[in-house]
T-cell receptor, first 111, second 112 residues
């Protein structure tokens, strides 16, 4: 079983919809939680990071971490075609110097 | 502010050869990590360097090695290439070493 599980999709939604992306994890030592967006033929781009539990909002993006359930989410409001990409969750343990990634969810926003 | 620069962008090598990939981190970032990305395994951690010292290493064979120079630039080397080494190799830099990594666009290695 992988440390971080993420549904690879693909996920296709109409423009303007609210998108929900999720990851579950098994390592309770994870303390930093990140979401990356990766466009085709590009490296991952950091969208948001959260330390420990709670919510964080940045524009149309909201990240949630529920450590008790070992579950993290990314919500995208008013989705745009430019949001079409692969979204990767990543986690790390303080002091471990490495990120553990989910498989990535391929998202398509249809105009 | 310049991002993470990786060279070359594309590389084709023959089985048995060796290859060296280069990474220039964001100015001021002393932590550099390398990841391998494949369709089947996703992104997997190779190793991390901080101030020229390897602090962490992933579960890859000894054919994969790296180093970091005093200016924080890093190289990774893969010897005796195998077909399964075909992947996108990503370099990432960070000020802290455990979150907030910025990735480069990667080097696409194809082994034939």
């Amino acid at each position: 079983q992988k440390e971080v599980e993420q549904d690879p999709g693909p996920l296709s939604v109409p423009e303007g919809a609210i998108v929900s992306l999720n990851c579950t994890y098994s390592n309770s030592a994870f303390q930093y939680f990140m979401w990356y967006r990766q466009y085709s033929r590009k490296g991952p781009e950091l969208l948001m990071y959260t330390y420990s539990s709670g919510n964080k909002e940045d524009g149309r993006f909201t990240a949630q971490v529920d450590k008790s359930s070992k579950y993290i989410s990314l919500f995208i409001r008013d989705s745009q075609p430019s949001d079409s990409a692969t979204y990767l969750c990543a986690m790390s343990v303080q002091g471990a110097q490495k990120l553990v990634f989910g498989q990535g969810t391929r998202l398509t926003i249809n105009p | 502010k310049a991002g993470v620069t990786q060279t070359p962008r594309y590389l084709i090598k023959t089985r048995g050869q060796q290859v060296t990939l280069s990474c220039s981190p964001i100015s001021g970032h002393r932590s550099v990590s390398w990841y391998q990305q494949t369709p089947g395994q996703g992104l997997q951690f190779l190793f991390e360097y901080f101030s020229e010292t390897q602090r962490n290493k992933g579960n890859f064979p000894g054919r994969f090695s790296g180093r970091q120079f005093s200016n924080s630039r890093s190289e990774m080397n893969v010897s005796t290439l195998e077909l399964g080494d075909s992947a996108l190799y990503l370099c990432a830099s960070s000020a802290t070493g455990f979150y907030g990594y910025t990735f480069g666009s990667g080097t696409r290695l194809t082994v034939v």
